[in-house]
């Protein structure tokens, strides 16, 4: 069973930044594209970023494009998602899983990204 451990959020004013990490157990995890999501208190989860399997192409919500960069490292099974310019809106818990939905492993713990204004 594919284990999902997101890490490196935290309490950051506005317009600061954040890297986020997301480590994958299993050896399936350079076979597909990665996302990550997030959830705000009181709303769905939503799509933030993707990548390819090989990290040739990525794709933003328009909430973070601009501001946010998705990474990954398949020799380290990680997935990475740098967070510059944070807003108050950007708080939420944060997720990542594979893209696409029929393909997605049990949710991990997330991590909380808090931005004050």
């Known amino acids: 069973q594919v284990r999902l451990v997101e890490s490196g959020g935290g309490l950051v004013q506005s317009g600061g930044s954040l890297r986020l990490s997301c480590a994958a157990s299993?050896?399936?995890?350079?076979?597909?594209?990665m996302a990550w999501f997030r959830q705000a208190p009181g709303k769905e989860r939503e799509f933030v970023a993707y990548?390819?399997?090989?990290?040739?192409?990525?794709y933003y919500a328009d909430s973070v494009k601009g501001r946010f960069t998705i990474s990954r490292d398949n020799a380290k099974n990680t997935v990475y998602l740098q967070m510059n310019s944070l807003k108050p809106e950007d708080t939420a818990v944060y997720y990542c899983?594979?893209?696409?939905?029929?393909?997605?492993?049990?949710w991990g713990q997330g991590t909380q990204v808090t931005v004050s204004s």
């Open positions: 899983n594979r893209r696409i939905s029929t393909n997605q492993v049990p």
């Open positions: 299993g050896r399936t995890f350079s076979l597909y594209d």
């Open positions: 990548i390819t399997w090989n990290g040739d192409r990525q």
